[in-house]
């Protein structure tokens, strides 16, 4: 079904989308179908799918609604565009056809939603029982060239089907896995199952409640698993004889911090956020969510730890080694300084 959207209403809707981050043009948009979800690049990732929108047609009304989105800016967030393609010579709407357009468009977007949630719970099924097949992983081509060299205590499994040699990172909800993410040798990066709200953690339980508190644990955040693993090991390394515990979180992409921050700060412990510096993108997406995440948390101690331009944490330490990690870290973070180094 072909929507003939005026053109001088759809560059309007396009110049909304792109505002919020949505790389969108007049062909896509004209050429959508109602009631399908589409994805699209956003200006700080074009190449990637971080963008979103629904359109929502009432042929009584002959009003559209397009629902877009920027994961970006979290997996909930979403705002709308209205379109009235009556021709100018016909009445507005009533405040009773309104009412009536925004009821029809509630009630299908939580029935979209419905269906969403039941979709994903049938997906986390499955693709739980697929990781849970797999053999654990003992090395990879993809964490040796990132410079790590030990990841076998990390129960991570790995898919060597099809001729692939696939590392598998599990994501969680509430310790039950929902998916997992798959890194090939090159670094491709894909997801099976949905990644919104859950997320990689290690360890996943507290392995003596007697021994690590809220005195001597937080958590190392960050987008990346690289990212993540390379800074716990550069810490652990250095401070081995100190009695303390670090927990890794692996939000997996920039939008997924602020959602994993909230499901985990209950805990009470405080964050080293690893703050991926994305200067040479239009837009700065990690130095900007960092400082969204700490207006947005306020009752979690959130410490970023940023670095040179277009450089994350495992950038970092393989260019400067771990100790130059290490002194980055007690020139920038309060954190080690609570567990008594």
């Given at each position: 079904?072909m929507l003939?959207i005026p053109t001088?209403?759809?560059?309007?809707?396009?110049?909304?989308?792109?505002?919020?981050?949505?790389?969108?043009?007049?062909?896509k948009?004209s050429n959508s179908?109602?009631?399908?979800?589409?994805?699209?690049?956003t200006?700080?990732k074009p190449t990637?799918l971080?963008?979103?929108?629904?359109?929502?047609?009432d042929?009584?009304l002959?009003?559209i609604t397009?629902?877009?989105g920027?994961?970006e800016h979290?997996?909930d967030h979403?705002l709308k565009?209205h379109?009235?393609?009556?021709s100018?010579d016909?009445p507005i709407?009533?405040?009773?056809e309104?009412k009536r357009?925004?009821?029809?468009?509630d009630a299908?977007?939580?029935?979209?939603?419905?269906?969403?949630?039941?979709?994903?719970q049938?997906?986390?099924?499955?693709?739980?029982a697929?990781?849970?097949r797999l053999?654990?992983c003992e090395?990879?081509?993809?964490?040796?060239?990132k410079?790590?060299?030990?990841?076998?205590?990390?129960q991570l499994?790995q898919d060597?089907?099809f001729?692939?040699?696939?590392l598998?990172?599990?994501?969680?909800?509430?310790?039950?896995?929902?998916?997992?993410?798959?890194?090939a040798p090159?670094?491709?990066?894909?997801?099976n199952g949905s990644i919104?709200?859950?997320?990689w953690q290690?360890?996943?339980?507290?392995p003596l409640?007697?021994v690590f508190?809220?005195?001597?644990s937080f958590?190392?955040?960050g987008?990346?698993?690289?990212?993540v693993?390379?800074?716990?090991q550069?810490i652990?390394?250095?401070?081995?004889?100190i009695v303390f515990?670090p927990?890794?979180?692996?939000a997996?992409?920039c939008?997924n911090l602020?959602?994993?921050?909230?499901?985990?700060?209950?805990?009470?412990l405080?964050?080293l956020l690893?703050?991926d510096?994305?200067?040479?993108?239009?837009?700065?997406?990690?130095i900007e969510?960092a400082?969204?995440l700490i207006?947005?948390?306020?009752?979690?101690?959130?410490?970023?730890?940023?670095?040179t331009?277009?450089c994350?944490?495992?950038?970092?330490?393989?260019?400067?080694?771990e100790?130059g990690?290490?002194?980055?870290?007690?020139?920038?973070d309060p954190?080690?300084?609570?567990i008594g180094?």
């Amino acid at each position: 079904m072909m929507l003939n959207i005026p053109t001088k209403k759809l560059a309007a809707a396009i110049d909304a989308m792109n505002a919020a981050g949505l790389i969108i043009d007049a062909a896509k948009l004209s050429n959508s179908v109602p009631d399908r979800k589409y994805r699209s690049g956003t200006q700080a990732k074009p190449t990637g799918l971080n963008g979103w929108y629904v359109i929502k047609y009432d042929s009584a009304l002959d009003f559209i609604t397009i629902v877009y989105g920027n994961f970006e800016h979290g997996d909930d967030h979403k705002l709308k565009y209205h379109i009235n393609l009556k021709s100018h010579d016909q009445p507005i709407r009533t405040s009773e056809e309104r009412k009536r357009l925004q009821e029809q468009i509630d009630a299908k977007i939580a029935a979209d939603r419905a269906k969403q949630t039941q979709e994903r719970q049938r997906k986390a099924a499955h693709y739980s029982a697929e990781f849970q097949r797999l053999p654990l992983c003992e090395s990879h081509p993809y964490t040796d060239r990132k410079g790590i060299a030990d990841i076998h205590y990390l129960q991570l499994h790995q898919d060597m089907r099809f001729n692939k040699n696939l590392l598998c990172i599990p994501f969680y909800d509430r310790g039950i896995i929902q998916g997992y993410q798959t890194i090939a040798p090159d670094g491709t990066k894909l997801f099976n199952g949905s990644i919104g709200g859950n997320y990689w953690q290690y360890p996943l339980t507290n392995p003596l409640p007697e021994v690590f508190t809220q005195a001597n644990s937080f958590f190392i955040i960050g987008e990346g698993l690289a990212t993540v693993l390379s800074a716990y090991q550069a810490i652990i390394n250095t401070y081995r004889n100190i009695v303390f515990i670090p927990y890794m979180l692996v939000a997996f992409n920039c939008g997924n911090l602020d959602k994993v921050i909230k499901a985990t700060q209950s805990q009470g412990l405080p964050y080293l956020l690893l703050v991926d510096n994305d200067s040479t993108k239009p837009r700065n997406a990690g130095i900007e969510s960092a400082k969204r995440l700490i207006m947005d948390n306020p009752n979690a101690i959130i410490c970023p730890m940023t670095f040179t331009n277009d450089c994350d944490a495992n950038d970092f330490i393989i260019e400067h080694g771990e100790q130059g990690f290490i002194d980055l870290l007690i020139r920038q973070d309060p954190i080690m300084q609570k567990i008594g180094v």
